[in-house]
Structures are given as structure tokens and as C-alpha cells.
């Protein structure tokens, strides 16, 4: 188009110019040295544009020569770039298909003429981690941060998912503290470090992480809080006995007051509590927690909680049995509770109607020891026998209670 016009351009100044010589032929004369060219005015003019024509075509043909090399490698490059990325797309489509070796076939193939390395060798890791192949996967990555070493940070992300993956929890936790490193407030580093910690059962290093993972708002609030639910309880079930109260008040301390309602928590420090003879803090905290949630495990734990006086414990759980009706839980706390008070046959009433309602492995032990006592050994063994096996998972033989089992359990 931009040729057509030119020529264009030259036929019309032909004509101006001819039409202006038909009036005026002109005369010209050229004379160097001792020679001297004479010709008409329009000879002159078309003489001039073929010069100039002819020096325009030769210098035209200077440049394309002369930068033929560099138009050639400019071609072939459009060409690769073009192969590479139709096989990168091809890649793409396989990895979300499933096609994970014919993937990482196509992401490869051209991989090094990409414009985009750092999301072919990404993808072709994913697709190398989907057969198992870890070396491969590893090498891509490290391919990705050599042509993209700005990317560093998307490169052990990326890393860290895999490796959790595929369990390879060890690896996955030398990645992620390389990027805690590197940007200590990265919230998506931050989450999957958390769900590692997780994963490995570090509920110590996951406690730790907690506030930051609220500075940073990483996870909604609700999800936050049940994480720290579910590592509080964990620490709660794991403290050892040397310093077990003082850590137990400690994590209960800290937790945020809104949490200290959580059931899940109240239960499992009620349990600590009690596992570390701190029997009358656990039947305060255990008491104002029924108050405002009723829950059957507590009830169960307030069994073994002891208040100042026996046996207003007893009469306050004689009188939820009068509110609330019978139940399994609250039949054995209430026995639990008469042994405490030395009241045997009403506890035995309790704990035999308790299995007769539930049979819970708890009632049975608790029954067991008490017969024991009682100086019925071949009851006690056979009441032991049925809590281990239903402990197990097996199965019993209906249950008859004694004489002395209650039928309206009253206060």
C-alpha cells in the first residue's frame, strides 16, 4: 500500500511536470572542466529522478542485505516463541485434564523458548509431582528460580504445597521457614506453615504462630478460633505431670475469653485439671460451665472433680437429676460420687442404672471396683470383663442389675 501510493505520487509530479515542459520546453546546460552537456529541461528532470530512484533502490537493497542476518534471527525467534507457546498451552490443557505425563511432555518440549518459564516450569513440576517423579519436580523448580529469580517466593510456595502433598512433611517445613525468612508476614506462607504444624502434630511451634496468624488476618476469625480450640486441647491432653498445673492455667490463661465457653476446651482443662489432683479448681470450672452449656462429657468429668463437701456435690447432682431427667452421664457421676461419700449401696443403685441406660466402659470399671470392695469378687471380674470388651468394640450380654438399683433416682 505504501509502495502504490509513492508510485502514485511519481506518475502524478510526471504528469505536473510534463505538462508544465509542453508549454516551455526549457533548455539546460551541464559543463564541467572542459565538458559540457547540453538538454532540454525535461531530459534533465527525468535524468534526475532515475538517479535518484536508482541510488534509493541500491541503498534499499544495502540495508536489507545488510541487515538480512538480524531480520532472520528475528523470524526464527517469532517462530520458537510461537511453537513454544502453542506447546505450553497444549501442556495446560493436559495438566487440567489428568494427562500428567503427556503434560509434562508438551511443557517441556520447548520450555527454553518460553516467555512465560516460570508458569511452564511450575506447571511441569505439578505434573512431574502427579507421577511421583520428586527429582524431576525439584529440578523444574529449581529451573523456574533460574530464569525467574525475582519469582523466588513463588517458587517455595509452589515447593512447599507439593512436598505436603506428598507427605514429605520434613522438607516441606525447611521450605517454609527459607520463606519465613525471606518475608516473615507472607499470609499464604504463614497458613500453609500452620497447617504443616498441624499435620506433624507440633501443636507447641502452632500455639506460638497463633497471634500472628490473627495479626495478619490468614483465615477467617472463626477459623482461626477453632484452630486454636483444637491446639489448646492438644497441649492440654500432652502436659506432662512435673509441670502440668502450672502449664495447664498458663494455656487456659492466654486463651482469648470468648474461647474459655468452647466445650471442647473446658472439657479437655477440666480433664488436665483432674489429672494433676486439681480436683477443686476442676469442679469450679467444670460447675460454672454446666451452668450455661449442658454437655454429657463434663457431666461424666464432674464425677471425678471434689468439691469442699462430698456430699453437697452429690445432693447438687441428685438435684440435675431431678431437673433433667436420667441419663447414662449423669448416673455415673452420681455414683462416682456416693463411693466418694461412702454411701455403697445407693452408688451401686446408680452405677447399675446407669449401665442399664448406657453402658458406658466407665460405669462398668467403676462398678467393678466397687463390688470388689464389696467383697463380691466374681461380679467385679465379670463387670470388668464387660467394660474391657465393650472398650473394644465387642459385644455383652444384657445387663441385670441387683436388688439395689433404683427405679426413680431422686435427691
Given amino acids: 500500500m505504501k509502495y502504490a501510493f509513492y508510485l502514485l505520487l511519481a506518475l502524478l509530479t510526471a504528469v505536473i511536470v510534463a505538462g508544465a515542459l509542453n508549454v516551455d520546453n526549457g533548455y539546460a546546460l551541464l559543463a564541467w572542466h572542459h565538458t559540457s552537456v547540453e538538454m532540454s529541461l525535461g531530459t534533465l528532470?527525468?535524468?534526475i529522478l532515475l538517479v535518484f530512484?536508482?541510488?534509493y533502490l541500491l541503498t534499499t537493497l544495502v540495508v536489507k542485505l545488510w541487515t538480512f542476518p538480524q531480520r532472520l534471527r528475528a523470524a526464527m525467534e517469532r517462530r520458537r516463541e510461537l511453537r513454544a507457546r502453542r506447546s505450553s498451552i497444549r501442556g495446560l490443557i493436559d495438566l487440567a485434564e489428568g494427562r500428567w505425563s503427556d503434560s509434562e511432555r508438551h511443557l517441556m518440549r520447548h520450555a527454553a523458548d518460553s516467555k512465560v518459564p516460570?508458569?511452564?516450569?511450575?506447571a511441569a513440576a505439578r505434573a512431574a509431582q502427579m507421577q511421583g517423579a520428586h527429582e524431576r519436580r525439584d529440578q523444574y523448580l529449581r529451573r523456574a528460580y533460574e530464569q525467574v529469580p525475582a519469582a523466588h517466593l513463588a517458587v517455595l510456595l509452589t515447593q512447599a504445597e507439593l512436598q505436603i502433598a506428598h507427605r514429605q512433611y520434613e522438607q516441606a517445613l525447611a521450605t517454609l521457614r527459607h520463606?519465613?525468612?525471606l518475608d516473615p508476614k507472607h499470609a499464604y506462607g504463614l497458613k500453609l506453615l500452620s497447617n504443616l504444624y498441624k499435620k506433624l502434630g507440633d501443636w507447641a511451634a502452632l500455639r506460638a504462630l497463633m497471634p500472628k496468624l490473627r495479626e495478619l488476618h490468614v483465615m477467617p476469625r472463626a477459623q482461626i478460633?477453632?484452630?486454636e480450640v483444637r491446639t489448646v486441647c492438644a497441649l492440654l491432653e500432652k502436659l506432662e505431670p512435673k509441670s502440668g498445673s502450672a502449664q495447664a492455667s498458663i494455656l487456659w490463661n492466654d486463651m482469648p475469653r470468648r474461647l474459655r465457653s468452647d466445650m471442647g476446651v473446658v472439657r479437655a482443662y477440666v480433664q488436665a485439671l483432674v489429672k494433676f489432683g486439681e480436683f477443686k479448681t476442676a469442679e469450679s470450672i467444670a460447675r460454672d460451665?454446666?451452668?450455661s452449656d449442658w454437655d454429657e462429657e463434663l457431666v461424666v468429668l464432674y464425677g471425678q472433680t471434689r468439691a469442699d463437701d462430698p456430699v453437697r456435690q452429690l445432693a447438687r447432682v441428685e438435684d440435675w437429676l431431678t431437673q433433667r431427667g436420667e441419663s447414662a452421664a449423669l448416673l455415673l457421676t452420681?455414683?462416682?460420687?456416693?463411693?466418694?461419700?461412702k454411701l455403697w449401696g445407693k452408688a451401686r443403685s446408680y452405677l447399675e442404672s446407669s449401665i442399664v441406660l448406657g453402658g458406658r466402659p466407665e460405669a462398668y470399671e467403676e462398678l467393678g471396683k466397687l463390688l470388689k470392695s464389696l467383697g463380691e469378687p466374681e461380679h467385679a471380674m465379670q463387670a470388668f470383663s464387660d467394660g474391657l470388651a465393650l472398650s473394644l468394640g465387642g459385644t455383652i450380654k444384657t445387663f441385670k442389675p441387683g436388688k439395689?438399683?433404683?427405679r426413680r433416682m431422686r435427691a
Avoid at 118 to 122: C, E, N, P, R, Y
Fill in 118 to 122: 516460570l508458569i511452564t516450569f511450575i
Fill in 179 to 181: 520463606l519465613q525468612e
Fill in 289 to 291: 460451665a454446666l451452668k
Fill in 225 to 227: 478460633d477453632r484452630l
Fill in 334 to 341: 452420681a455414683g462416682r460420687l456416693c463411693v466418694v461419700a
Fill in 45 to 47: 528532470a527525468a535524468l
Fill in 404 to 406: 439395689h438399683r433404683l
Fill in 53 to 55: 530512484f536508482s541510488l
